[in-house]
C-alpha cells in the first residue's frame, strides 16, 4: 500500500496577495531541503488543495523523511499516510483496508491500558452521498477487529482520520507531527548573523530564520591566538544550523590585527568595547555586500559586561543597520535548551578559544560612554584596519 507524507503549512501568512509568494518559497525550500539529503530523484512533491504531498520515495527512509522536513519553517504539521483509492462503490475497500493495517501497527507500539480511539472523517469529495459520521462508522470496524481499543469520541488516545479528497484519492492516518513553524525562510530580507563558537549565536540563527529571515554569516578569528580547530568548529555549527537556516554562506575575518592595534593603544578596559565596534562596522560593510538589510546577534541583556544597555549603545552607533538581538530577554537555560533541541549545544560547548576571550581585560568597563570610548578609539587608523580585515576575508 502506497505511503505518503502530508505536509500542511499556516494559513496565517497565506492569505493576500502574498499568498502565491509565500507558497513558492516554501516549496522551494521543501524541494532544496530533501534534495540536498536525499537526492533530487528520491522523491516527488506536488501540491492538492491547501498541503503539499511527498510521495515515490523509498519506504526506508521515511523517518528521516520526516525529521528533515521537521526542520523546514513554514510548515505546521506533518503526518505519514496511506494513500488509497476512496472507491466509494466497493464500500470503500480499500480505505479500510489501510486503516486495518494501521490499526495494527498503532496496535503493536501501543503502552495504554484500556487505550480508546475516535475515527475522523474529512470530506472534500462532496460526490459521496453520505455523511461524514456516517462513514466514520464504517471506518471503525477494522480498528474493532484489529485491536482491542474501545471508542471515545471525546476523549480518545488515537485519532484514526480519513481525509477523503476530491482527486478520487483517501488519505489514512493516525497521527501529525509538529512541524518547525514560522515562516518561510527568505520573505523577511537577510540579515548579517555575528557567529561565534558559543551557545547563543547559533540559537539567534534558529530564532531569524524561523521568523523568515535568510541569513549570512561572519565569524572573527585570532590566528594564532585562536586555533584551525576552533574556525572548524564554527563551520561545523553553521552546518548543524542550516537544516534550519538554508544553506548560510559564512566569512572568517582576520582579527588578529585589529586586536593587537587596541591593546596596543587603548586602555585595557575598554578593548572588548572597542573590539565588538570593529566587529560591527566590519559586519556592515560585509552586509552591504551580501544585500543585508540587518545585523544578527546572539546578545542577551546582562549576561555579561559586553551585554549591558552602554555597550550596546556603544557598539550599535558604529552598525549601519539595525541590530536583531533575538535573545535578548532569554535567560540562559532558555537558549541552553533550544540549542539542545536544534542539535547545536554539544558543538557549542566544545572548549575551543573565541577571539574575544584573547586579551580579556580582568576589568572591563561594565557602562563604557559613547564619547569616550570614541575618543579613546581615535589613536586608531579604524578605516584602513577595517578594510584590511574585510579584504582577507575567507568564504567557507
Ligand atoms: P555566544 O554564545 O554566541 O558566543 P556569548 O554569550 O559568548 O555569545 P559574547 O561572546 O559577548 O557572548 O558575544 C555576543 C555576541 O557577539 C555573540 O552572540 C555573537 O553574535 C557575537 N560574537 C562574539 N564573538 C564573535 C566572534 N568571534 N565572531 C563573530 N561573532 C561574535
Ligand atoms: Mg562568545
Do not use: W
Not at 530580507?189 to 554569516?217: E, Q
Not at 564554527?234 to 548560510?248: C, F, G, Q, S
Amino acid at each position: 500500500m502506497k505511503r505518503v507524507i502530508l505536509i500542511r503549512y499556516g494559513e496565517i501568512f497565506l492569505k493576500g496577495k502574498n499568498r502565491s509568494y509565500f507558497e513558492s518559497l516554501l516549496i522551494k525550500n521543501i524541494v532544496d531541503a530533501l534534495s540536498a539529503d536525499f537526492g533530487a530523484d528520491a522523491f516527488k512533491l506536488s501540491r492538492s488543495q491547501g498541503r503539499y504531498v511527498v510521495e515515490d520515495y523509498d519506504e526506508a527512509l521515511e523517518g528521516e523523511l520526516l525529521d528533515r522536513l521537521c526542520k523546514v519553517f513554514g510548515i505546521y504539521s506533518i503526518s505519514a499516510a496511506y494513500k488509497v483509492d476512496t472507491d466509494f462503490e466497493n464500500e470503500f475497500a480499500a480505505v479500510k483496508e489501510a486503516i486495518a493495517l494501521l490499526a495494527r501497527r498503532v496496535e503493536e507500539d501501543n503502552t495504554i491500558k484500556n487505550a480508546t480511539f475516535r475515527v475522523t472523517v474529512k470530506r472534500a469529495d462532496k460526490r459521496i452521498p453520505i455523511p461524514s459520521f456516517e462513514i466514520a462508522a464504517k471506518l471503525a470496524v477494522p480498528v474493532f477487529e484489529n485491536t482491542p481499543f474501545k471508542v471515545d469520541l471525546k476523549r480518545f488516545d488515537y485519532d484514526f482520520e480519513a481525509d477523503i479528497r476530491e482527486s478520487g484519492y483517501t488519505y489514512v492516518y493516525c497521527d501529525s507531527l509538529r512541524g518547525a513553524g514560522g515562516l518561510p525562510v527568505g520573505c523577511s530580507n537577510r540579515g548579517m548573523l555575528l557567529l561565534s563558537g558559543g551557545i547563543d549565536s547559533p540559537v539567534a540563527a534558529y530564532m531569524m530564520a524561523k521568523r523568515g529571515m535568510k541569513l549570512v554569516a561572519v565569524h572573527f578569528a585570532s590566528p594564532p591566538y585562536t586555533s584551525e580547530r576552533a574556525k572548524q568548529k564554527v563551520k561545523e555549527l553553521r552546518d548543524i544550523v542550516e537544516a534550519y537556516t538554508t544553506p548560510m554562506k559564512l566569512y572568517v575575518v582576520p582579527f588578529t590585527e585589529i586586536q593587537l592595534a587596541i591593546h596596543e593603544k587603548c586602555p585595557s578596559e575598554y578593548m572588548i568595547t572597542i573590539m565588538r565596534r570593529f566587529m560591527m562596522r566590519i559586519a556592515t560593510l560585509l552586509a552591504k555586500e551580501n544585500r543585508c538589510e540587518a545585523i544578527v546577534t546572539g546578545e542577551s541583556l546582562g549576561q555579561v559586561a559586553s551585554q549591558t544597555v552602554e555597550s550596546m549603545t556603544s557598539t550599535e552607533s558604529c552598525a549601519g543597520l539595525p541590530i536583531f538581538r533575538p535573545l535578548i530577554a532569554f535567560d540562559k537555560d532558555e537558549t541552553v535548551e533550544i540549542a539542545k533541541r536544534i542539535g547545536t549545544y554539544e558543538t557549542s560547548i566544545q572548549p575551543f578559544e573565541d577571539c574575544c576571550t584573547v586579551f580579556l581585560p580582568k576589568n572591563p568597563a561594565i557602562h563604557p560612554k559613547l564619547e569616550k570610548v570614541a575618543e579613546l578609539e581615535s589613536a586608531l587608523d579604524i578605516d584602513a584596519l577595517v578594510q584590511k580585515a574585510v579584504d582577507g576575508a575567507e568564504v567557507l
